[in-house]
């Protein structure tokens, strides 16, 4: 996500983003990843986050689809959040699992120390760990995990990253698992929806934050499907989700 105040879709400022989608602009940086961003609007941009993904990233449809399934109430299942930010959805995740009578522990990573510090400056839950570590270093401890799965991280790694991550999540998932890696999916739609969505709540409650700008830098360096499936290695899916979403899955056979 990026700088706040960028215009609505339909403005003039808004109109060259607009046009420049076809390809991924990966040059541009979301003002949040600069080391020296500004820190009080850092932690504000965490902690609005569990708002704004609960609309925008899907979350319920991924427990749904994909982790539920997966949950019994007699055996406990790990889950491994990679790139977690402020954790909202391990938290997210763990309340439903509880309300289902599910058993289920997270995992939640983000070799960020801010991150890692927001999160855990939230009041403590039960059956969540919160680690500032990389996947790698996790793979190479054996460590291993049914579920595994990551939230608008993808957009944000050089493809030597991608394939990294994608190769430590094999390594990651055991028997019977799933890795999901869900992003944005790059659109004029995508765009104009998330422009005209944040615009009124630029002096409200995305105020002093990075959301909105950092938002529409992500989509346009976002991968389209095609362009996600190109890049993914054998055994690997490209899925498209709702809304304006797609995912990264791979299973064990």
Known sequence: MSRAGAAPAGSAAAT????????RETQLRELMDEPDCDPVTLQRTYARFALVNAVVSGQRTVYRRWLRPRLSPHRLTRLLDVGT??????????????????????????????????????????????????????AEQG??????????????????????????????VAAGGVAVHGDIERSRRAYAAFAAMTWPFQGSLLRDTFIRADGLVSIRRSRTRGELAAALPPGWRALRAF?????????PR
């Not at 763990?94 to 400056?121: C, H, K, M, N, T």
């Not at 991608?162 to 190769?167: F, I, P, S, T």
């Open 85 to 138: 930010g402020g954790a909202d959805f391990p938290r997210r995740v763990l309340r439903w699992a509880q309300r289902d009578g599910l058993r289920l522990e997270a995992v939640a990573i983000d070799p960020d120390p801010r991150s890692i510090a927001f999160a855990r400056s939230l009041p403590p839950m039960p059956c969540l760990r919160l680690l500032q570590c990389t996947s790698a270093e996790l």
């Open 143 to 172: 460590e291993r995990f049914e579920l595994v799965v990551s939230n608008h991280v993808l957009h944000h790694l050089r493809p030597e990253e991608l394939q990294r991550l994608l190769a430590d999540s094999e390594l990651l």
């Open 243 to 251: 809304p304006c979403r797609v995912e990264a899955v791979w299973q």
């Open 16 to 23: 060259p983003a607009i046009r420049s989608l076809r390809r």
